[in-house]
Each structure stands twice: as C-alpha cells, then as structure tokens.
C-alpha cells in the first residue's frame, strides 16, 4: 500500500511540473521572422488588433554583418534602426534606432504592419532575426 502511495505521488508531482513547464513556455512563445537589409523585403508583420498598443520590435542576436569578405557578428547595433508600415494606407512611423537591440513603437493604431529594418553600413548588409512583442 505505502509504494503504490508513492507511485502515485510521484505521477502526480511529475505530471504537475510537467504541466507547469509547458504552459510557461506556450506563455513566452513569440514568433521571429529573419530579416536581412537591402534586400527589398519586408522583415515581418504584426496584426494590431487593439486600439493604442505598444510594440516592442526586439532583435534576437546573434546578428550578422555581411560583407563581400564575410561575416562578422554585430554587437553595437546603433548603425541598425526600424520602422513600422501600414499596410492598408502605406504611412509609416518614423525610424527608431535598435541600438539598445530593441525598440519601441507606442499608440499604434489597429490594422496590419509590416516591419522595415534598415542598417547604416555601406559596405554590406545587415543579417539576423527579430520578434515583435505586444507591450499591453
């Protein structure tokens, strides 16, 4: 009797964590799109369905600077800035620096966005991924 006690307590309790840990993470899924600048693209998009939302666009590193003789992996990203498009009437924010590796656009109106990042390098082309985060 006492082992068949245990037995099931330990189900129990492995099947709590087990529970615990996959709702956090389902919690702090957030989808990341890969971008590369100058490349004619746009870099993702976010469907805003609340009226004065703030979004966070945060770049997920490692980023890569392409150049003809290579990559190298950023780590000042202060040459790396984005802006938010709509997509219905094509008016778009004005750029904000990803220096800090995010950036924050707030007071977005509902409708569909498209991510544009672009980089201050002239010698090459900015690489990597980013997710866009809703702030409230």
């Not at 964590?17 to 709702?23: E, I, N, Q, V």
């Not at 780590?75 to 498009?85: A, E, I």
Request: charged share 20%.
């Amino acid at each position: 009797m006492k082992n068949l006690f245990l037995f099931f307590s330990t189900f129990v309790l492995v099947l709590a964590c087990g529970l615990a840990a996959g709702t956090s993470s389902a919690q702090a899924s957030v989808p990341q799109y890969s971008f590369q600048t100058e490349d004619g693209k746009w870099d993702g998009e976010i469907g805003n369905p609340n009226k004065h939302s703030d979004l966070e666009v945060e770049l997920v590193s490692p980023i890569y600077l392409k150049t003809s003789s290579g990559s190298k992996k950023l780590t000042n990203y202060s040459n790396v800035s984005v802006r938010l498009v709509n997509a219905r009437t094509g008016k778009s924010t004005g750029y904000h620096s990803l220096a800090d590796g995010k950036a924050l656009f707030t007071g977005m109106k509902i409708g569909k966005y498209y991510v544009d990042v672009k980089d201050g390098y002239s010698s090459g082309k900015v690489k990597g991924k980013l997710q866009i985060v809703f702030k409230n």
